[in-house]
């Protein structure tokens, strides 16, 4: 009886060993099919809007500049002051960061170099867009799932107007054009705070920096950047607006459709950057 017994004990233990790791693999299947199915919905939303993109710019379809250019203000002309002062802070921080250890093997003069690739192919747009992913995308995201919860897009369908066109197209291109625009700006405010820091902190000459700064960039770091600008910014619109247009559940849904754009903005964001980190790593750009 005391064999019968641990046997079937350790029968029990096995099968609740399998069944937690049939219910393991179960939520790992769900969660690859989820991750697909986003994949897909959000391609499906990129390649609509890429295609009313193309009619507008073939004049097959009128887009109005008023929307177009009341999106760039709210998107970019609004991120202005928050950019400037965030950028910066880090190219004070790069500066300070780095100025022991150059110090330590007499290139101080040497911070410049280091603040200006850093931020030109780097912190540059990737910083401005991690910031215009909670002041921009999750606006948007918001905004669009009031609407949806409103039933002004089915009211907008029941017209014969395509949601798509009218409220996605304008944004996603004015989150393009201004992140490229807000990194040019970013870019340069991180430089200067890395020359003040440099001029007043450290004791590096204006012209010397100034110098180093000129030799250290090529257009090739500064294109770098504007291409991840404006993927970055393509990857932060397209997430809110399908973030939005798939809002349920009222307020409580906006706000969690709210908080999942700027989660996964970030996240695709850092995974993306690393993309193009390797991509130009490889190819030695």
């Not at 409103?150 to 197209?169: D, G, S, T, W, Y």
Request: with cysteine.
């Amino acid at each position: 009886m005391n064999g019968s017994a641990a046997a079937t004990q350790g029968y029990g233990r096995a099968g609740r060993g399998l069944a937690a790791l049939g219910r393991a693999g179960l939520s790992a299947g769900r969660a690859v099919t989820a991750g697909l199915e986003y994949l897909g919905g959000a391609g499906y939303l990129l390649f609509d809007a890429g295609m009313w993109l193309y009619r507008v710019l073939t004049r097959r379809a009128r887009l109005s500049a008023s929307v177009f250019a009341a999106q760039m203000v709210r998107v970019g002309v609004r991120s202005i002051p928050i950019i400037v002062l965030v950028q910066t802070f880090i190219g004070i921080i790069l500066a300070l960061q780095m100025a022991p250890t150059l110090r330590d093997y007499g290139s101080l003069d040497k911070t410049a170099n280091i603040v200006a690739i850093a931020m030109f192919r780097e912190l540059g747009p990737l910083l401005s867009a991690v910031v215009l992913s909670g002041f921009a995308g999750a606006s948007i995201a918001a905004e669009i799932g009031a609407m949806v919860e409103a039933e002004e897009i089915k009211a907008m369908r029941a017209h014969a107007l395509n949601p798509i066109r009218f409220l996605v197209v304008p944004r996603i291109t004015a989150t393009v054009v201004m992140l490229v625009g807000l990194t040019v700006v970013a870019d340069v405010v991180g430089v200067l705070g890395g020359l003040g820091t440099a001029v007043l902190v450290l004791d590096i000459p204006r012209e010397t920096y100034l110098h180093n700064t000129q030799i250290a960039l090529t257009y090739r770091d500064f294109f770098t950047g504007l291409v991840k600008a404006g993927v970055f910014g393509g990857l932060i619109s397209l997430i809110a607006c399908y973030e939005g247009l798939n809002v349920r559940g009222g307020a409580e849904g906006v706000g969690r459709g709210t908080t999942a754009t700027v989660v996964k903005s970030i996240v695709a964001l850092i995974a993306t950057d690393c993309v193009f980190t390797s991509v130009f790593y490889l190819f030695g750009l």
